[in-house]
Structure formats: structure tokens, C-alpha cells
């Protein structure tokens, strides 16, 4: 019998381990690798090539919404089902428009998270009750007004939101160069493109629309606002 090869990529140690505690017990899925940071579910998935990558959303460096537009982009025979704490229509509506082929709340049962990751595999989607509730109603509402779901245009490009993500993350110009590969030069001219097309004038104004888009949590340098 083949084996349905997963990822894992989640920052908190002990909920990774608790995920795979879980899916070894599976006779027909294998764990081949664990991500603790977006970059690296990027990295392990151009590796591994993984049927099914298991995203968070919050994650440093690179948050799971930018990692799955990445992967999606590059692999696209990849399934990513998410598995996160938020569960806001934002959230869900950015995952659903970026590829992702299920949407599950991290208080859901072992049993549903298996069940989810065999259903994505094949092609199909699936999302926790709840979720899939709110998608079905936003949807419905959305045709009854003669049109599709409208999403919130995403204007920065992929490279950007790294800067992003990283800047909002309280890392100076030189270390966002080193962390991207790139020269200073390269990563102060994201930042003035950053704060033209943003119209902000300083770190915290990026900080505070990077927390706004989901970028980043709230909780991350809370102490700048």
C-alpha cells in the first residue's frame, strides 16, 4: 500500500509532535518531514515533495498564507490543508484563494484530521464544520447579489511580503538581507516600494497593517504600537 506522505509545518514544538503522535498511528500516512517556520515548509516541501503539506498560518518568517502561495505556485500537485487556531473569514477566504484544499480548526479530532488528509490527497476539499458553514452562507450571499465572493487584492508581491513579514518582525535591514540571500541595498529599496504602494512613513505604520492583513499575530511586536 503506498503511503500518503505529509508534512507538518507548525512553530510550537510540542503541538508538531502532537500532530505526528497522532498520524503514526495511521497505517496508510507517513510524516516525512516538520517546518517551523513558513521558509522552511517552502524548503522541505521543494525537498520531500510531499502529497499534502499541513499548514499553520501563524508562523515566523513566513507566514503559512505567503508559504502556500509559494508552494502552490511551484508545486502545484502539492495539497495544503490547513490546521490553525484562527478561524476568521479573512483567514479562510486568503487560504480558499490561494489553493488551499481544506481549512481545519486545531481543536478538531485526530480521526478528522486523517479523514481530511486522505480527502485532499484525492483531489477534494475539506473543511471543519464550522468553516465550511460560514463559506457555504458568504457564498450563497455573494450569488444572490449576481456575483462570486469578492477577495481582498493582494497588491504587494511575493518577495514584498517576505520584507514584510520580516521588517514587522522588529529585523533590521541587514538582517532581512541575510535571512533572504539578497544585498542591503536590495532589501531597503522593498522597504521604500513597501511604504510608496502603503502610503506609511515608518516601521510601525508597517507593523500595524502587517498585523491588519494577517501577516503577522498581534501579540508579535506588540511593544512598537
Same mark, same amino acid.
Given at each position: ?6 508534512? #507538518?509545518?507548525?512553530?510550537h514544538?510540542?503541538? /508538531? ?13 507517513? *510524516?516525512?518531514?516538520? $517546518? ?8 522541505? !516541501?521543494?525537498?520531500? =515533495?510531499? &502529497?499534502?503539506?499541513?499548514? %499553520?498560518? $501563524?508562523?515566523?518568517? #513566513? ?5 502556500? /502561495? ?7 500537485? @502539492? ?9 476568521? %473569514?479573512?483567514? *479562510? ?5 490561494l ?8 481543536? @478538531?479530532?485526530? =480521526?478528522?484530521?486523517?479523514? $481530511?488528509?486522505?480527502? *485532499? ?7 471543519? &464544520?464550522?468553516?465550511? /458553514? ?7 450571499? +455573494? ?14 508581491? +511575493? /518577495? ?25 541595498? !536590495? ?6 516600494? #513597501?511604504?510608496?504602494k #502603503? ?7 508597517? !507593523? ?8 503577522i499575530? +498581534?501579540? *508579535? ?5
Open positions: 500500500m503506498k503511503r500518503i506522505t505529509v508534512l #507538518l509545518a507548525e512553530d514544538q510540542i503541538v /508538531r509532535e502532537g500532530f505526528r503522535s497522532l498520524l503514526e498511528h495511521e497505517r496508510d500516512i507517513e *510524516v516525512v518531514g516538520e $517546518a517551523k517556520t513558513g521558509r522552511q515548509a517552502v524548503q522541505l !516541501t521543494r525537498k520531500l =515533495h510531499p &502529497a499534502v503539506v499541513v499548514m %499553520d498560518i $501563524a508562523m515566523p518568517l #513566513l507566514n503559512g498564507l505567503e508559504a502556500t /502561495r509559494q508552494i502552490r505556485k511551484d508545486f502545484p500537485d @502539492t495539497k495544503v490543508l490547513f490546521l490553525s487556531a484562527h478561524s476568521d %473569514d479573512a483567514y *479562510v477566504a486568503q487560504a480558499t484563494l489553493g488551499a484544499a481544506g481549512f481545519l480548526l486545531k481543536r @478538531t479530532s485526530s =480521526h478528522n484530521l486523517a479523514v $481530511a488528509i486522505r480527502e *485532499v490527497q484525492k483531489g477534494k476539499t475539506f473543511f471543519s &464544520a464550522s468553516v465550511a /458553514r460560514r463559506l457555504k452562507r458568504r457564498d450563497l450571499k +455573494s450569488l444572490a447579489c449576481g456575483g462570486q465572493p469578492k477577495q481582498k487584492s493582494n497588491h504587494l508581491s +511575493s /518577495r514584498e511580503v517576505e520584507v514584510l513579514q520580516l521588517i514587522a518582525e522588529g529585523m533590521p535591514n541587514k538582517q532581512v538581507a541575510a535571512e533572504l540571500g539578497v544585498s542591503f541595498k !536590495t532589501v531597503d529599496k522593498h522597504r521604500q516600494v #513597501l511604504m510608496a #502603503l502610503d506609511l512613513h515608518d516601521v510601525a505604520g508597517l !507593523t500595524r497593517y502587517a498585523i491588519s492583513a494577517g501577516i499575530e +498581534s501579540h *508579535v511586536q506588540l511593544t512598537i504600537l
